[in-house]
């Protein structure tokens, strides 16, 4: 299984990026995939759920109407665009799923936040 993230860089607040995340080694198609950050000193926390039909998406309240998560099962790729950033949202953005009983991670991209 690998995950590899990938558009994270520096943006003026109040400005747009748009994540992607390559998936390969697993039946993309049938799973779920999540978006979590992790924030300097801060704990990890997920931002953004999408089933694997992307029928369903869910996310944590501080991105609500911000950010939109969504999928593409023939390029095997999930999507993550931020619009309207902040400072707070600056961290390191992972994707994840959970194949065959544990989780995988990619690397992780990098956002700032910063004028």
């Known amino acids: 299984v690998q995950l590899v993230e990938s558009g994270g860089g520096l943006v003026q607040p109040g400005g747009s990026l748009r994540l992607s995340c390559a998936a390969s080694?697993?039946?993309?198609?049938?799973?779920?995939m999540r978006w979590y950050r992790q924030a300097p000193g801060k704990e990890r926390e997920l931002v953004a759920f999408?089933?694997?039909?992307?029928?369903?998406?869910d996310y944590v309240d501080s991105v609500k109407g911000r950010f939109a998560i969504s999928r593409d099962n023939a390029k095997r790729t999930v999507y993550l665009q931020m619009n309207s950033l902040k400072p707070e949202d600056t961290a390191v953005y992972y994707c994840t799923t959970f194949y065959a009983s544990r989780a995988y991670w990619g690397q992780g991209t990098a956002v700032t936040v910063s004028s």
């Open positions: 999408i089933s694997s039909t992307g029928g369903n998406t």
């Open positions: 080694g697993f039946p993309f198609s049938m799973y779920d």
